[in-house]
């Protein structure tokens, strides 16, 4: 399979059809077979993870260089394309609500399937539809893990939804967001549209401090109450896990436990642990 530059991608599953003649690239084809390239699977497993994604989200994830954190936007059609070939033949169904001119995009059963038999996402099952209450929070959340990832090289991202799964195992209080890696340092990440009521955030801020030993916490939060949040996190035992950053300028963080210290986001990704290695705990986390 060629994408729009030329370049061959590999072909991970290929689905029904009967076999055709060697072609001239030296691979094999079906007719009527669907051809399930190993990016197509990145796809749908990212779907998976997130619960539901959206064109635009995966087009800058998978199909374009992500150098600021904008809404999606094509660099060509291929990518569209794959996409839409993945709804077509059934691997991706759409959600019944339309957000902002967006039709989220859930894994059908064919796709979990599909998953399934290539090993992968083994505990997840499909849901009936997104939720839709937490739409922009969870599109946030997907479009700071591409920045960070393409941005960044964060790596060993456990979104929400297979962070919920340990939570039930363990009976731990408290989940985070997401938990991610860069340069071998751990971070969890808390998405915050809205202000949690004060006897809640006290009581979530206590549990991060005091599992966060080896941790480092990132909270992305609205201008309009991040004093409030910082006020709460600097009389824990721990304050200097946190670090905030805001939507409206996520290339600053501000570390709590230096008094709201100012440092660009990419070089505090860079600063290594000073002490052992990260800690996979999710309480710890």
Not at 33 to 41: K, L, M, N, P, T
Not at 54 to 65: M, N, P, Q, S, V
Not at 106 to 120: V, W
Not at 191 to 200: C, F, I, Q
């Amino acid at each position: 399979m060629n994408d729009e530059d030329g370049k061959t991608e590999e072909i991970l599953v290929r689905v029904g059809g009967e076999e055709k003649e060697k072609r001239g690239d030296g691979r094999r084809g079906a007719k009527g077979a669907v051809e399930i390239s190993a990016r197509d699977v990145e796809v749908l497993e990212w779907v998976c993870d997130h619960y539901f994604s959206t064109k635009g989200i995966l087009l800058e994830r998978f199909f374009a260089e992500a150098k600021f954190l904008t809404l999606g936007k094509q660099t060509g059609q291929y990518g569209s394309r794959r996409i839409t070939k993945l709804e077509r033949e059934g691997y991706l169904q759409p959600s019944r609500y339309r957000v902002l001119g967006q039709v989220p995009l859930l894994l059908s059963p064919l796709g979990y399937k599909l998953l399934h038999g290539q090993g992968r996402a083994v505990e997840h099952h499909p849901v009936s539809d997104i939720d839709i209450a937490n739409f922009e929070h969870d599109v946030w959340v997907q479009r700071l893990r591409t920045k960070f990832e393409l941005g960044y090289g964060a790596e060993r991202w456990r979104p929400d939804r297979v962070l919920q799964r340990i939570h039930a195992e363990k009976k731990l209080p408290y989940v985070p967001d997401a938990r991610f890696y860069v340069g071998g340092q751990a971070w969890n990440l808390e998405v915050e549209r809205t202000p949690k009521r004060k006897d809640r955030l006290k009581e979530i801020l206590k549990v991060r401090a005091e599992g966060s030993s080896k941790t480092r916490v990132l909270y992305v939060l609205d201008r309009r109450f991040s004093d409030f949040y910082r006020e709460h996190m600097a009389v824990t035992v721990n304050p200097g896990c946190f670090f905030i950053t805001h939507f409206d300028d996520l290339e600053q963080a501000h570390w709590v436990g230096k008094e709201g210290a100012a440092l660009p986001l990419k070089k505090l990704f860079q600063v290594q642990p000073k002490v052992g290695e990260p800690n996979e705990s999710v309480r710890h986390a």
